[in-house]
């Protein structure tokens, strides 16, 4: 049965606007978007100009150094085994793409993290848009999206950036707030400037809680890569999609099991990072 | 000699509108009527007081008394609500954040209840944290937190982390950091009490052997009586944010201003804070050795006592004289003491602690000061008294 009172404008009214911001801006982040799809071009074919079994031992070079042997050991594994299936462009393609969204989502997600702990007025206002951000069904930023910056990766890495940077900006926010009160109160008495504060405790100690926001914003945008795969992202999400298009589950098996692999590589590595900045 | 702090009028009221509660208290309305129909909290109710420099000082109360809350309000951790704090005459109630910074980098070093000690940072630049605040050259603040960290005994840690050290170690490390600015006030709040018994005891006697050789003006807050008798030139006793005393130990412990004092040094063992001089009687009779002995017998007689002290002119001790030889002395019609002084007695200064009297046996115990002048006697009686009454009259 329907409401006998009219229904409220609200899509009528989003899209108005949206197709405002449109009209006047998109030729801006149009044009933004075609240097990006550049930059994005350029990451991918660089590192697929490299062949796939020296990109795999400095990854695993990488994983090494920055963590443990076992999960080195588990990256040469895993990315000659997704090279062994035929997706090791879509792999690459991938990872270059969460590691763009995650760099762009820290980099704003850490500042605005950081103004929310200092700042009440910005952690009042910051908290409930990052509800509004979580809880909103991922795919609905894949519609604005297009018409700002049109079908390909540009629009996947910014409805990726929006759904995976709340947990960058809370995670800084709670680990600048978790600074024990004494620590700041140590660092006062001593005559530190908000800076000062901000960059010799503050931070240092906050960086292991940090680096945890860090590793959920990766693994959140991984996800969402998959997703994004609808408006022509490409990358293992593509194969996935491919897949489903026509009903082939061995294929979507396969493309499926390339992002748990890249994800598990990932995770540890990042979780690794946070771990050793705690102690 | 200008105080190196002064307080004066000093409150610190918590709550909206702080600044209305100071004419309530002056009123004369009390803490909880405060609390209950205005809202509002007293920290500290118009304390006002001075520290000369190199004064020892130390704020001692309850828990609640107020006695952080004043000692944070000195740097300004905590903002006064009226009142005026003088640090070397500049009052720092006044000063913007800027001139607060350097007040707080150049005249104050803080020491920690609970450490505080950054656990991100080695022993070394947790020292140097200070410095590195007031931008020192990193050659310049090394050598100097080295120096500060040796004086507290522990440059072989430089490269520790605290988590790595003990609590008495870490609290080493907090003097060390307040210590490498070379500040000219050090605050310690609750510096020592959240170390064990002997630890803390090990600590004590050490800030006061660094005290001596640094010289600073401490402020040292304290919930413990005995820690604040064996630290403390002079003690503040605060109840309620009001300091309802102020003295030297003796003058706390030998005339207390109220039952709250009172309360509080019942259970102090006297022994340990009071001295010899405050428990001795003045010598009344003496004699010198060129009384004859029958002069002595009467001197004797007189003070109904069975031996007299043998002073010599300048009233330096020589010693003492029983009754019985000093009788069979004037039978034997010899003219001077000299044969029968016994010269080896117990003598002890006039800062003795008490407790050490107890181990000698033999009394009266006489106390002379380092040239051997005649200061008083100390009879086993009036020591039990001193002891008995938990204090001295």
Redesign the interface.
């Known amino acids: 049965m329907e409401m006998p009172l009219p229904k409220f404008p609200l899509g009528a009214m989003v899209e108005s606007t949206i197709d405002f911001f449109t009209e006047h801006f998109a030729f801006i982040t149009k044009g933004l978007s075609k240097i990006t799809e550049v930059g994005i071009e350029a990451l991918v074919d660089g590192m697929l100009f490299l062949p796939p079994w020296l990109l795999i031992l400095l990854f695993t070079a990488l994983a090494f150094w920055l963590s443990t042997r076992r999960i080195a050991l588990f990256t040469l594994l895993g990315l000659l085994f997704v090279w062994n299936l035929g997706l090791w462009e879509p792999t690459v393609s991938t990872i270059a793409l969460v590691l763009i969204a995650t760099l762009v989502a820290v980099v704003i997600g850490i500042p605005i993290g950081i103004m929310a702990a200092l700042f009440n007025p910005v952690h009042r206002v910051t908290m409930p848009i990052l509800d509004f951000m979580q809880t909103m069904p991922a795919f609905v930023y894949l519609i604005p999206a297009i018409p700002f910056f049109g079908l390909g990766p540009v629009s996947a890495i910014f409805a990726t950036v929006i759904f995976a940077m709340p947990p960058a900006i809370r995670m800084t926010c709670l680990g600048i707030e978790q600074v ?1 009160a ?2 700041i ?9 908000r800076s ?1 504060k901000l960059f ?2 503050q931070l ?2 906050a ?1 292991g809680t940090i680096m945890a926001g860090v590793n959920q914003t990766i693994m959140l945008s991984l996800s969402m890569v998959v997703i994004a795969a609808m408006i022509g992202a490409g990358g293992l999400g593509g194969e996935v999609w491919k897949a489903i298009q026509r009903l082939k589950p061995g294929m979507g098996f396969e493309a499926g099991l390339g992002v748990v692999i890249v994800a598990i590589i990932l995770d540890r590595i990042t979780q690794r990072i946070g771990r050793d900045a705690r102690g | 000699m200008h105080p190196k702090i002064t307080v004066e009028n000093l409150y610190k009221i918590f709550g909206p509108s702080a600044k209305s509660g100071i004419a309530l208290l002056r009123q004369g309305l009390g803490k909880e009527r405060l609390l209950r129909e205005h809202g509002l909290a007293v920290g500290i109710n118009n304390a006002s007081f001075y520290i000369d420099p190199g004064q020892f000082l130390v704020v001692m109360g309850l828990s609640g008394s107020g006695k952080s809350t004043l000692i944070r309000c000195l ?1 300004r ?1 905590i903002e006064p609500t009226a009142g005026k704090i003088l640090i070397d005459g500049v009052d720092v109630t006044t000063l913007d954040e800027k001139a ?7 005249k ?1 070093g ?1 020491v ?1 209840q ?1 450490f ?5 940072r080695t022993v070394l630049k947790n020292a140097e ?2 410095l ?3 931008g020192v050259a990193p050659e310049e603040r090394a050598r100097k937190a080295l120096e500060s960290l040796d004086l507290v005994g522990l440059k072989d840690w430089a490269d520790a982390y605290p988590e790595q050290l003990s609590g008495g170690m870490q609290q080493r490390v907090g003097l060390a ?1 307040a210590l490498a ?1 070379d500040p000219d006030i050090l ?1 310690m709040d609750e510096a020592f009490s959240a170390l064990d018994p002997l630890i803390r005891r090990e600590m004590q006697d050490e800030l006061l052997a660094l005290q001596s050789r640094v010289n600073k003006t401490i402020v040292f807050i304290t919930h413990d009586l005995d820690e604040a008798l064996k630290l403390g030139d002079t003690i503040i006793i605060m109840k309620d944010g009001v300091i309802v005393q102020q003295g030297t130990p003796e003058e706390i412990l030998t005339s207390p201003a109220d039952d709250y004092v009172e309360k509080f040094i019942e259970n102090v063992d006297v022994s340990k804070v009071l001295t010899a001089e405050t428990v001795m009687h003045k010598a009344t009779a003496v004699t010198f050795p060129k009384d004859g002995p029958k002069t002595a017998l009467h001197k004797m007689k007189e003070i109904g006592t069975s031996s007299i002290l043998v002073v010599d002119k300048e009233r330096r001790l020589l010693g003492i004289v029983h009754a019985e030889e000093a009788s069979r002395l004037a039978k034997s019609g010899a003219t001077s003491l000299e044969a029968i002084i016994v010269r080896d007695i117990p003598r002890v200064e006039p800062g003795t602690p008490l407790q050490e009297l107890f181990s000698i046996e033999s009394f009266p115990v006489v106390v002379v000061n380092e040239e051997q002048k005649l200061k008083g006697i100390i009879v086993r009686g009036a020591l039990l008294a001193a002891m008995a009454e938990g204090r001295n009259n």
């Open positions: 024990p004494d620590l109160e140590a660092a006062d008495a001593f005559g530190s400037n000062q010799k405790v240092p100690l960086k | 740097n951790l607060l910074r350097e007040v707080r980098q150049h104050f803080m920690f609970k505080a000690l950054f656990p991100h944290y200070g590195e605040i007031q950091r600015l605050l």
